[in-house]
């Protein structure tokens, strides 16, 4: 155990945030109320002077429900591309819905000659295994060199001893590629599933389709870079460099790679949130606004986890805010954030161990819902302790047979039915969320009836399967070895 601490026990630097930030707000400072025709939102106008805004309208948003609905529409997406697929996501599953999608991607490549197929997935996850993810994509790099990029990231800090002595599994614990972009021309679903069997039938996520080609262009854009600094695959399966990168992520000094990759995504960013800026003005039918979160915590780029902290902190009274994750492991400044700084009437959103994926794991996995459950506890316990339980309610989510991993935020301003902003994507709100994994989500806020009433709805269809949990929670066993651990592995799940 000791052996394995000192493997995985790196010290994790601060969250310093003001040289990426510092970047955006180089631009001109922003009109007093940045959306256009909706003053009720103009609390929120903070947004456009920390990440690009891309203004659109309701009608160019589709909210998606359902695990088989996400997959029929990625398969559909994908035979009907005509010039881009990106695919970015944790793994690509090896079973038989996955080997459809595959038939697909080459069916679509064979036809269209000019499409291009970009795929970003992480390392070590994506080549557990003999079967794994990289395999089940080598056919098309191999039949399709020309138009087929697979690239898998690769943790900088994944290095020397640890990278040769480390097994599989154990060695996903100190970092990973985690964002869920799938991208079809000029369409892009945000989202918190990976591709693969689960998230495809019975494993509950969100899910949001984006019509928009400026948000588009972002994300491919986005994308792109972060493959040059991943590893390339090629036809012959041999992993490399990017041919626009020299410095692979496991050798020479890391502080380099993390200068120059953290260097290539912060001037990306201001570029695109100076050109937005400038753009904003021009779509006066703008009546919703999403704003693209980054968390590269690697790499040093804090920018997600800065906004969320930012719009929990400013809640004011009278003001209801959901928080969902799939996995209770919300960071130390969260947790105090809302203790201490949101008056907002607190809902958080949470798997049931039964709905929890890791519920009946082999080995230590096996201990990890006990662990979310001590922290919830605690978290509980700490907010009577502070009286502010009667502004913080807990829920659990349960559905027989099906497991949770939905995540996200939906926050109501005063006096308001409906939300007004959603936070939507790859992060858990956790520790690995902010300083050991590759996250985004968006920020899309919304003055349109429409689409607030499909985000009470997709709301509604998650909280009416949960339970209300404080009691629960407090009187649920937790094992010794499990309380013994969760404090020196809390930062790794």
């Not at 945030?17 to 103009?42: K, T």
């Not at 990306?268 to 779509?283: H, K, L, S």
């Not at 509604?460 to 070895?481: G, H, M, S």
Request: one cysteine or more.
């Amino acid at each position: 155990m000791f052996y394995l601490r000192r493997w995985f026990s790196q010290e994790l630097a601060p969250a310093t945030h003001g040289d990426f930030l510092g970047c955006l707000q180089q631009a001109p400072s922003l009109l007093a109320n940045g959306f256009n025709g909706a003053p009720a939102l103009e609390s929120l106008t903070w947004l456009h002077n920390l990440a690009p805004c891309f203004p659109l309208r309701g009608d160019q948003i589709q909210v998606i429900h359902e695990p088989h609905h996400f997959y029929d529409t990625v398969v559909h997406r994908i035979a009907n591309a005509k010039r881009r697929i990106v695919l970015a996501s944790l793994y690509l599953g090896t079973g038989q819905l996955e080997n459809a999608m595959v038939q697909t991607l080459r069916h679509s490549l064979q036809t269209e000659s000019s499409l291009r197929l970009n795929v970003l997935l992480d390392f070590t996850r994506g080549t557990r295994g003999a079967l794994n993810s990289k395999t089940m994509l080598l056919p098309l790099v191999r039949d399709f060199a020309n138009q087929v990029q697979l690239s898998l990231y690769h943790t900088p800090d994944l290095r020397g001893m640890t990278k040769r002595l480390a097994p599989p599994r154990w060695n996903e614990l100190l970092g990973l590629q985690h964002m869920k972009v799938y991208l079809f021309d000029d369409a892009v679903i945000i989202s918190g599933a990976n591709l693969s069997n689960d998230y495809f039938t019975n494993r509950q996520d969100r899910y949001i389709l984006i019509e928009d080609k400026p948000l588009a262009d972002f994300y491919a854009q986005f994308i792109e870079r972060v493959q040059e600094f991943s590893l390339a695959v090629a036809p012959d399966s041999s992993e490399g460099l990017h041919r626009n990168w020299r410095i692979l992520p496991y050798e020479g000094t890391k502080e380099q790679f993390i200068q120059l990759a953290k260097q290539r995504i912060a001037d990306f960013v201001q570029e695109t949130f100076q050109r937005q800026a400038r753009v904003r003005e021009q779509n006066p039918q703008a009546d919703t606004w999403v704003f693209p979160l980054l968390e590269m915590g690697q790499i040093g780029i804090h920018h997600d986890s800065v906004v969320t902290k930012r719009l929990l902190s400013n809640c004011v009274a009278g003001s209801r805010l959901k928080l969902a994750t799939g996995y209770f492991n919300l960071t130390q400044e969260y947790m105090d954030t809302i203790t201490h700084k949101c008056l907002a009437q607190c809902s958080i959103l949470m798997a049931h161990p039964n709905a929890n994926g890791f519920q009946g794991a082999k080995g230590v996995a096996g201990g990890i819902p006990a662990a979310y459950t001590l922290i919830a506890k605690s978290f509980y316990e700490s907010l009577v302790r502070r009286q502010q339980n009667h502004r913080v309610n807990f829920f659990e989510y349960e559905k027989p047979g099906w497991t949770y991993h939905a995540k996200g935020l939906w926050y109501y301003l005063p006096e308001a039915r409906l939300p007004n902003l959603t936070l939507i994507g790859s992060s858990n709100f956790g520790e690995r969320s902010v300083n050991r994994d590759l996250e985004t989500q968006v920020c899309l806020v919304t003055a349109n009836k429409d689409l607030s009433q499909r985000l009470q709805a997709e709301a509604d269809r998650l909280y009416d399967l949960a339970q209300t949990a404080e009691r629960e929670i407090v009187q649920r066993p937790v094992p010794r070895w499990v309380q013994a651990v969760v404090r020196i592995f809390r930062n790794f799940f």
